[in-house]
Each structure stands twice: as C-alpha cells, then as structure tokens.
C-alpha cells in the first residue's frame, strides 16, 4: 500500500448548499472527482484524475496528485481558497 496522504488538507467546496470538505488523500481526490465533479473532462480535471491514480498506485507522490487535484478543483471553482 502506497502512502496518498496528502502533506495539507485541500477545502473544497461541495454540494448545493457549498459546503467545505477538507480533502486529505489521493483515495478522497478521486472519489469526488470521480462520482462528484460539476465539469468533468477537462484537461486539468483528467490529468487531476490520472495523478491520483497514479498516486495510489505509486507512480507519484501523493503531493504530485494534490497540485494536480488543487489545480482542477480551481478550475472548477470549487477551492477554497
């Protein structure tokens, strides 16, 4: 098992009424990128998908994914920033 914790906790905001997650892993990144993504297939949104993947595979580190996931959830508008 691969270490995917993020080293920083990224809030983003989810659901109709906003409310802030603090998402701490790659596992979490992708299962709302996944399942819970207002405009999924975008360049960043698919790159952000591959990194955690990657990430829980080992392929990068978990903070590799969390640039890529901050990036797409900006994109998104969803940070918290």
């Given amino acids: 098992m691969?270490?995917?914790w993020f080293s920083k906790a990224v809030p983003v905001s989810?659901?109709?009424t906003g409310d802030v997650r603090n998402l701490s892993n790659a596992e979490q990144a992708l299962d709302l990128l996944t399942n819970h993504w207002r405009d999924a297939g975008s360049i960043k949104?698919?790159?952000a998908l591959r990194a955690c993947r990657q990430a829980m595979n080992g392929g990068v580190s978990a903070d590799t994914a969390r640039d890529?996931?901050?990036e797409a959830a900006r994109e998104a508008r969803i940070?918290?920033?």
């Fill in 2 to 4: 691969y270490n995917t």
């Fill in 14 to 16: 989810t659901g109709v």
């Fill in 45 to 47: 949104h698919k790159a």
């Fill in 68 to 70: 890529a996931f901050v």
């Fill in 79 to 81: 940070l918290v920033e």
